[in-house]
C-alpha cells in the first residue's frame, strides 16, 4: 500500500522495515520465521520512534536473529547507541556499513546505510578510551578483566575502547593477590591505570605450614644403635637373671649345710662359687638395665643419627673391677 507524505513518521518507518523482508532473496528462508521477524522488528522500531529503546533492544535483536534485514540491524545499532552502549553500538553499525548491497537493492536498504553512517559519525567522537598496564615480574601469567570480561594480555599498555562511564578493572597472576582498582571515563576521553601485582603469601608453594614444599615428610632417624644398645641390655639381663637363679640355687644348699652361719671346710668351693654367681648376676642386671635405658633413650630422642652420616649420640656400657657404668660421646 503507497504511503502518503502526511503519514506520520513512525508508520513510515514500520513500513520501510517490513518491506525489507519481502522479495526473492528471502523465498529460501522459512516463511513462518520471515513472519515472525517482521513482527518483530516492527514492534521494535515502533518502540525506538517513541523514545524507549531499551524495550526495544530486545525486539530488534531477536528479529535481526531469526531473519537478518539490513534496516532492522541499523536501527539495532542506533538503539546501542542511545542507551549508552556506544562500543557495541559503534560495531554494529559498521556491520551494516560494511554489507555489500546489490545494485536492485531496495531502497529501504540504501536509506539504512545513510543513516547508518550519520549515526555512526556522531557516535565515534564519544566513545572512550583506557590503556591499562600491569605491574609484575616477566614470567608472572597474568591476567586482566575489564568489567568482568577477560582483556586479552596482547592488548594490554594499548587502548581499549570503552563507553563513558564507571569500570572495574581487575589483575592477577598464580602466586599474586588480585588487585582491583575502578575508574571513571568521561565521553571521548582516556584514561590509564596500573595495577601492581603483589606476591601472596597464603598461594601454594610459598612457604606456608600447608603448603606442598613444607608438607614433605620429615627425614626419619636411624634406629639402628637404639636397637643394638636395647638389645645389649636385653642380653645383660638374661645373664643377670640366669646367674642369679643359680646364685639363689647356691645359697640355699649353703643353708642346708652350714648351721647357725657357719660351713664346714668342704663347702668353701660352694661359697666361692655362689659369690660368683652373685657377683656375675649384678653385674648382667646393671648393664641390662643400662642397655635398655641408653636404647630407649637413643630411639624416642632421636639421637641415633640418619643413615646418611649425621651426628647423634654413641653409648656402650663398661664393666670394671670398680663397678659398671655408660659412656658415649655426644
Known amino acids: 500500500m503507497p504511503i502518503r507524505p502526511s503519514a506520520p513518521r513512525s508508520i513510515v518507518l514500520v513500513t520501510t522495515v517490513v518491506a525489507t523482508f519481502t522479495g526473492p532473496a528471502l523465498a529460501q528462508d522459512d516463511a513462518a520465521d520471515i513472519a515472525a521477524a517482521r513482527k518483530l522488528g516492527g514492534e521494535g522500531v515502533t518502540l525506538a520512534d517513541a523514545g524507549n529503546c531499551q524495550d526495544a533492544l530486545d525486539k530488534l535483536a531477536r528479529s535481526e536473529k531469526m531473519h537478518h534485514a539490513v534496516s532492522v540491524l541499523e536501527r539495532l545499532g542506533e538503539c546501542q547507541i542511545r542507551v549508552g552502549k556506544l ?38 567522537p564519544k566513545i572512550a578510551r583506557v590503556r591499562v598496564s600491569v605491574a609484575a615480574p616477566a614470567d608472572a601469567t597474568i591476567w586482566v578483566t575489564i568489567d568482568g570480561v577477560n582483556e586479552p594480555t596482547a592488548n594490554l599498555n594499548a587502548d581499549r575502547f570503552v563507553d563513558p562511564g564507571d569500570h572495574v578493572i581487575e589483575a592477577g597472576a598464580p602466586g599474586f593477590r588480585k588487585t582491583e582498582t575502578r575508574v571513571h571515563v568521561g565521553e571521548g576521553a582516556g584514561e590509564s591505570v596500573t595495577l601492581t601485582l603483589q606476591p601472596d603469601p597464603d598461594a601454594p608453594g610459598t612457604g606456608r605450614a600447608d603448603s606442598p614444599a ?23 639381663l638374661g645373664f643377670g637373671t640366669a646367674f642369679g637363679l643359680g646364685a639363689v640355687n647356691a645359697k640355699s644348699n649353703l643353708d642346708g649345710a652350714c648351721a647357725n652361719k657357719t660351713c664346714p671346710p668342704g663347702q668353701q668351693g660352694n661359697i ?32 641415633g643419627g640418619s643413615s646418611r652420616g649425621e651426628a647423634g649420640v654413641h653409648a656402650a656400657a663398661y664393666v670394671t673391677p670398680g663397678g659398671v657404668g655408660l659412656s658415649g660421646a655426644f
Open 272 to 303: 666361692d662359687t655362689g659369690e660368683r654367681l652373685g657377683t656375675t648376676s649384678t653385674v648382667g642386671v646393671v648393664v641390662g638395665g643400662i642397655g635398655l635405658a641408653a636404647g630407649a633413650v637413643l630411639y624416642f630422642g632421636n639421637f
Open 214 to 236: 613444607s608438607t614433605a615428610p620429615a627425614p626419619q632417624a636411624d634406629h639402628t644403635l637404639a636397637f643394638i644398645v636395647g638389645g645389649v641390655g636385653l642380653v645383660g
Open 87 to 124: 562500543v557495541e553500538g559503534a560495531e554494529t553499525l559498521r556491520r551494516v556499513l560494511r554489507e555489500q548491497l546489490p545494485l536492485d537493492a531496495p531502497p529501504a536498504f540504501v536509506a539504512a546505510q545513510e543513516r547508518a553512517q550519520g549515526a555512526l559519525a556522531e557516535a565515534k
